[in-house]
């Protein structure tokens, strides 16, 4: 399939529904932990890196409700590891959503990546590259604010990823004009709006290794700058 930029998420509205958008950030704590693939990135390139006793420091980027954020710091505060954990999101709904639902070592920022004065040991994101219309000055400006690692992970598009997004939330996530949430129409969406690994990796450059994890899942992954 060709990337479709143009389609528009009915949660970016500015006039969505706000009960069927709570409901969107709650279902993400339930389906991210299930298809974004975190528990395994967070394994293998993240909890390597953390320490027992000198605290890291890791910046979400455009991390919506939160959900990503408390699930990293209740990870590393589960295998006994320091990490203190940002999210940053310049959308007011997302902010207040996640600084509703707090969790040990989180704090929430209402900001954009741009705005932040101060580094981290890691920045991540998850799902933001396909709302983007500047990938390679995103990459550049999210890799400045990292000493160590940055980690964007993303859908990949494909046939596949449709038909089985579609198959497997139709039972479980109705949409709102059902009384339910954002989740399924917009993931649709979503991967239309995706790379694939080889558009991401002609947008991102030498400095970044674009890793497909399996036929739904991609990484974008540098080494940080101090």
Do not use: K
Not at 165 to 191: E, H, K, M
Request: charged share 20%; with cysteine; glycine share 10%.
């Amino acid at each position: 399939m060709r990337r479709q930029p143009h389609l528009r998420e009915l949660m970016d509205g500015p006039d969505c529904d706000p009960d069927a958008l709570r409901r969107t950030y709650a279902g993400f704590g339930i389906l991210n932990p299930v298809v974004s693939g975190w528990g395994a990135t967070y394994r293998r390139l993240l909890r390597p890196l953390l320490s027992a006793s000198v605290p890291r420091t890791l910046l979400d980027v455009g991390s919506g409700g939160g959900d990503l954020a408390r699930r990293l710091a209740r990870l590393a505060r589960r295998d006994g590891l320091l990490l203190e954990v940002t999210g940053v999101d310049p959308d007011a709904r997302a902010h207040a959503y996640a600084s509703a639902h707090p969790a040990p070592g989180v704090r929430f920022v209402r900001a954009t990546a741009a705005q932040l004065d101060e580094r981290f040991d890691f920045v991540v994101s998850n799902h933001v590259l396909h709302h983007l219309s500047d990938v390679p000055g995103f990459l550049v400006e999210t890799s400045r604010l990292a000493r160590v690692m940055t980690v964007h992970s993303d859908i990949s598009r494909s046939r596949f990823a449709s038909v089985a997004f579609g198959a497997a939330t139709a039972p479980f996530f109705p949409g709102p004009a059902c009384g339910g949430s954002f989740i399924r129409p917009d993931g649709l969406v979503s991967i239309r709006r995706s790379f694939t690994p080889a558009e991401l990796r002609e947008l991102a450059g030498p400095d970044w290794r674009v890793i497909a994890l399996n036929p739904t899942r991609l990484l974008a992954v540098s080494t940080g700058r101090g």
